[in-house]
């Protein structure tokens, strides 16, 4: 199990996304507990797409579940 944190900064044009959150073996094959990122509020969320600003992803992975579990802090101006 682990805490992890992934930051997403937006280039210079912005209006990048992620289309899909998946949790994956090492193996390559999706997690058993749950083959997708389990989101607080139960959706998946909508990151920021302004021209360089900062989304922070904090995930905190159940080794034994298998489950991968999300928070999204959004919007963070960027330089």
């Known amino acids: 199990s682990c805490n992890c944190v992934l930051v997403l900064k937006q280039d210079g044009t912005g209006s990048r996304t992620v ?11 999706a ?11 139960g959706s998946n969320p909508t990151l920021t797409t302004t021209a360089n600003y900062v989304d922070i992803l904090s995930f905190y992975w159940d ?7 999300g928070v999204a802090s959004l919007n963070f101006a960027g330089s």
């Open 63 to 69: 080794a034994v579940s298998e489950i991968a579990y």
């Open 31 to 41: 997690a058993d507990g749950s083959g997708t990122v389990i989101w607080a509020g």
């Open 19 to 29: 289309t899909n959150w998946l949790a994956k073996e090492l193996d390559g094959s």
